[in-house]
């Protein structure tokens, strides 16, 4: 996917830096960033590396830089959820982004909030690191 990102970035003429590593122990500076975004990739980690990932987030991003996560939500249909589940796979609908701002208050977030986006699919989180 880096390299997908790279040519449309490349193609959009944006001068773009592409780094890779682990959330859990990100490379940056205490206080280096005004926005975090994550989609689609927090349901791929085990509970313990989304808390120590979400720790990791709050301690690069500046006082009052904010997180904003986009995930799968699961279908309140169970049918539709068995569905979903066998189209997109299982393991995609096993964490449930509902269970993500308790994780994101104990990080030490603050202004947590969540709820639906356009997709039928997909479900925000958001948080702001206190400060400013």
Known sequence: MIE??????????????FDVGLIEELVFPDATFD???SRLAIHHLPE???????????RVLK????????????PANPILNHITSALVGSHMMHTNIWSLPPM??????????????????????????PGI
């Open 4 to 17: 997908v990102a790279k040519k449309n970035a490349s193609r959009s003429e944006l001068e773009v830096v």
């Open 35 to 37: 926005i975090v975004v």
């Open 48 to 58: 313990d590396l989304k808390r120590r990932g979400f720790a990791e987030i709050l």
């Open 63 to 74: 006082p009052g830089g904010h997180l904003l996560i986009a995930d799968f939500k699961p």
């Open 104 to 129: 994101l208050e104990s990080a030490g977030f603050v202004e947590i909030a969540s709820g639906p986006t356009r997709s039928a699919f997909l479900a925000f989180v958001s948080g702001k690191k």
